[in-house]
């Protein structure tokens, strides 16, 4: 199973990291306030205020217990821009993304599937973001 995915050899950075969103990894990046990182964090990931309501004391408190160092951030994502999978998982594939995901481009996935096949499905709910799980876990569960 693949969720909101991109890979470097098949789709294009512009894409896998929407301009945006690029501006929002440095705002996260440079803001020192923990509730303020967390909150813009979850603005990017979520489509659904709501929800960001809901998750960011939770989140307050993870990130408490387990803060994530400003150079584990960085080498999460320069790893993510550069993932390109050696070859197509011999499983049965599923794909899965949202039409509405602020940070990378459905059609990144749409783009795995014309390459890899497998099913593909796409949430169409502006309210659904890039942090599907988030946003609509039981449609999740529901669609794996």
């Known amino acids: 199973m693949i969720i909101n995915s991109s890979f470097r050899s098949v789709s294009p950075l512009r894409r896998r990291l929407q301009p945006e ?10 803001t020192k306030n923990t509730l303020k990182r967390e909150e813009r964090i979850l603005n990017l990931c979520s489509n659904n205020p ?24 960085l080498r999460q994502t320069i790893a993510g821009a550069l ?13 899965i993304a949202t ?5 990378a481009d459905y059609r990144c996935s749409v783009d795995i599937h014309k390459q890899w096949g497998g099913d593909l ?3 169409n709910d502006k309210m659904i973001g890039h942090a599907i799980h988030v946003d609509a876990p039981y449609a999740l569960a529901n669609a794996i």
């Open 21 to 30: 969103a690029m501006k929002s990894f440095i705002r996260i990046f440079l």
């Open 50 to 73: 709501k929800i960001i309501a809901e998750r960011l004391p939770e989140w307050m408190k993870i990130s408490k217990l387990r803060p994530v160092k400003k150079h584990n951030m």
């Open 83 to 95: 993932y390109n999978p050696r070859q197509k998982p011999a499983s049965r594939l599923l794909i």
């Open 99 to 103: 039409r509405y995901d602020r940070l």
């Open 121 to 123: 499905l796409i949430f």
